[in-house]
């Protein structure tokens, strides 16, 4: 085997794009590819909210104690083996940016995020421009958050700084490949409605807080709804949660007789954060844009999956084996609802990925009826 081999090539199809094709046998669990992305960024709510997680690399900040308290509103005020969180480890480590007060997990992530856009966005008066934008996002963006306006913020800070701009914006056009019809049909599905007028505050928002010189082709009017597209489509979902991380730090290590006590608490810890929080708000989440990633086409019958491990490092495994050939496949539908109807499945990829999905399962299903199960109008809802 050739040693560059890195066990994955991308290839080109003349109606899918880009695609990742496998060069080498994985079995499941392997890992086929980690990647740090081009830009990540929390997301808007959840900082405002007071999920505490690192300004760049998305990582926690806060002690599983301090995580439950906050999210079981000090109903629950003590957390067992706490001696599997790790953060109070790094604790010594997190610093702030001094001028505008925001966390890094270490002075590695301020100095990183400080060289690639942080200069350019480091804002720290309260009334600043640029505060003002992302409150006019969050007016037009309720939770479940699935997109931040300042993920498009820093994408143009990037390239802004980067040594070599026409390379940085080479890199954005790659991630925008949609023709203007499907963009204005993917910015409608994000911001509503009122999506034309919304577009238009959001550009002069971006315009009014940042000095654009080398990325102004993102900042015409088309220019900016494929950025806007982009975020919606391409954005990963990162979640970081430290007690997701305790948990699974206790489930390996624990003694088996100090299970039960573990899976006891941790039960009664979810109830009183559904209480509290509701329980798809526990991560502290934000979306990124991943280079390689991207190219990874969906499928219903997908043979990898895209993991987290406590900060923005994608890793790509391979959920069933995989042979030379094969195409590398994710899905960009939960898998819990990969059991909708062909019918169901193919009406969301096209109205949140503008795609007709031609999978191995959507193809097997072909003749199945045209109709929308009471199982599946939820999914279409959304
Ligand atoms: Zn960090
Ligand atoms: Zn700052
Ligand atoms: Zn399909």
Known sequence: MDIDDKGYIVTHDSIKGKCLVATKHFKTDDLILEEEPFVSCQFSWNSLYGYRACNHCLCPLETVTENVIRLTNAAILEVPFEEYCTVKDKIQNFVQCESCKVWYCSARCLETAYNRYHQLLCRPDSNDSLHHLEELWRTMHYPPESHN????????ATIELSPSPHTANQIVSNFCHRTENENEKLVHKMLGEKFAEQIEQLRFGVLKSMTIRESSQWLTPSGFKSLLALIGTNGQGVGTSVFQQWSNNCKKNLPPDQIELFEQFVDNAYDAMEQVVGIDFLDNEGSALFQEHSSINHSCFPNAASVFNGDHVLRLIAIRPIEPGDEINTSYIA????????????????????????????????????????????????
């Open 149 to 156: 306006i300042m993920l498009l913020c820093r994408l143009l």
């Open 335 to 382: 898998p819990c609802e990969l059991i909708h109807s062909r019918h169901t499945r193919q009406k969301y990829l096209q109205e949140n990925y503008v795609f007709t999905c031609q999978c191995i399962k959507c193809k097997e299903q072909i003749n199945d009826p045209e109709v929308t199960s009471d199982d599946d109008s939820e999914m279409e809802d959304n």
